[in-house]
């Protein structure tokens, strides 16, 4: 989606490393949040940021961290990668003075957890 | 805990048919209600949304009902299109809550047109 790119796309990993999400925002918005999508729970929220080194816990946020050291850039940490990990993972950023349609989601990425 | 979720997770219709999906809430104090497109290897996209101070709203092809009484929202669909098969997810949102305003989603329900 414009304006909002996530990296990797698709990603294989041990069980036990370390692993960062990267998501890159180029409207400058001041929200940005990470969901996991799992069959029959829909999305759910991991974390989220409301400034540059301002975040803070979702519904689902055990096993992972997060940081936002400039406004572009929330990366999500899975510190030590378990099965239960495995998922997909969408960014998101929120247009200021929005209300409900100001949501932009990325295209999500693909981890895997082996 | 709050919750929104859908009634039934898959929906087959056939093209040019209308199409009717629900979704069913917990949290009465939800300020809007929005639904949300997903294809294949796609993030979410906005589709409609509802204040709950409202019944009703239309927009091209879709209009979301809101039943405050029981909790209920639907999405129809006119005119079915192939593209619009996807799974369809229904959001709740609660201005100034903690989460920085973030989208509560429910289960999905995919949506299969056959032309």
């Known amino acids: 989606d414009a304006g909002i790119t996530q990296s990797p796309r698709h990603k294989v990993t041990e069980t036990g490393t370390p692993v960062t999400l990267r998501c890159h925002q180029t409207e400058n918005h001041r929200y940005m949040y990470w969901y996991r999508q799992d069959p029959g729970h829909g999305l759910r929220l991991i974390h989220y940021s409301y400034g540059v080194k301002d975040t803070d816990k979702g519904e689902v946020s055990d096993g992972y961290s997060v940081s936002r050291s400039k406004t572009e850039d929330f990366l999500l940490t899975l510190e030590s990668a378990t099965s239960s990990q495995t998922s997909v993972y969408f960014c998101?950023?929120?247009?200021?003075?929005?209300?409900?349609?100001?949501?932009?989601f990325g295209s999500g990425t693909r981890l895997t957890v082996v | 805990g709050e919750s929104v979720g859908l009634h039934l997770p898959t929906l087959s219709v056939q093209e040019g048919d209308n199409s009717i999906i629900n979704c069913a809430y917990s949290n009465s104090a939800s300020d809007y209600f929005i639904w949300y497109k997903q294809e294949s290897g796609k993030g979410p996209q906005f589709i409609i949304d509802?204040?709950?101070?409202?019944d009703k709203r239309q927009g091209q092809r879709v209009t979301v009902l809101l039943n405050k009484t029981v909790k209920h929202l639907s999405l129809q669909i006119a005119a079915t299109q192939p593209g619009d098969s996807a799974v369809y997810f229904c959001?709740?949102?609660?201005?100034?809550?903690?989460?920085?305003?973030?989208?509560?989603f429910g289960k999905g329900t995919t949506l299969s047109v056959s032309s």
């Open positions: 959001a709740e949102i609660t201005l100034g809550n903690q989460a920085g305003t973030a989208l509560i």
């Open positions: 509802i204040r709950s101070n409202m």
């Open positions: 998101a950023i929120r247009a200021p003075l929005a209300q409900t349609g100001g949501y932009t």
